[in-house]
């Protein structure tokens, strides 16, 4: 059973554009809410992360907009580079538990 | 600071043969998971160490899967008898406790021909 749903699968934007990734989940006790990167051939990689005391986080260009009512989180990037290009992964975990990851987004972005 | 080592980086076995993955986390980090990451997927737990403790192997299919981590450090995981179904990227990660950054390794990529 999927804990953590994410859209879109797969994602095309042009150089200098906004990248927008959302995931969704049900189990209202998830209380760390972390973004993931990863490039072929390598681990995953923390990106980004948020905790739902906020309902935002903004480091660099990657911005967390958290929405506790509607149990949903979404991921923008800001200006994305070519370099942005990677798949990503949202996740979510409560305490004591371990991560529960989304089937990931796989990010192009065009020159 | 080194990072999660894991090894080898890739394996291919015939079907039926015994393999094991060994991992090294990051000094200090007290908790140690294995995860396994199908093809466009995203990764799913298979255990989580607490110390030497196995405190989450709820996805482990214990009929031919197996961990240990000898001393709360490093942790190996088996496959006896490996099915084609195993082919995956087993990734270990540690975090320094629950809700924290977890620091994934690079993986280790099994095929099973």
């Known amino acids: 059973q999927q804990q953590v749903k994410q859209s879109p699968q797969s994602l095309i934007v042009q150089k200098g554009g906004i990248s927008i990734i959302n995931c969704a989940y049900e189990?209202?006790?998830?209380?760390?809410f972390p973004w993931y990167q990863q490039f072929p051939g390598k681990g995953p990689a923390l990106l980004i992360a948020i905790r739902p005391d906020v309902s935002e986080k903004k480091e660099g260009r990657f911005t967390i907009s958290f929405n506790k009512s509607a149990k949903q989180f979404s991921l923008h990037i800001m200006d994305s580079q070519p370099g942005d290009s990677a798949t990503y992964f949202c996740?979510?975990?409560?305490?004591?538990?371990?991560?529960?990851f989304g089937k990931g987004t796989s990010l192009l972005v065009t020159p | 600071e080194a990072g999660v080592v894991q090894s080898p980086r890739y394996k291919i076995i015939e079907k039926k043969q015994p393999v094991a993955f060994w991992c090294n986390p990051i000094s200090g980090h007290n908790t140690l998971y294995w995860y396994r990451q199908n093809l466009g997927q995203g990764p799913e737990l298979l255990i989580r160490y607490e110390n030497e403790e196995a405190v989450d192997d709820s996805q482990l299919p214990k009929d031919r899967f197996s961990a240990e981590r000898l001393k709360g450090v490093d942790s190996t995981l088996k496959i006896q008898p490996a099915e084609l179904g195993d082919s995956a990227v087993y990734l270990c990660a540690s975090s320094r406790g629950e809700n924290t950054e977890a620091f994934f390794g690079q993986g280790t990529r099994l095929t099973v021909v």
């Open positions: 189990n209202t006790a998830f209380d760390y």
């Open positions: 996740a979510a975990s409560d305490s004591g538990y371990a991560l529960n």
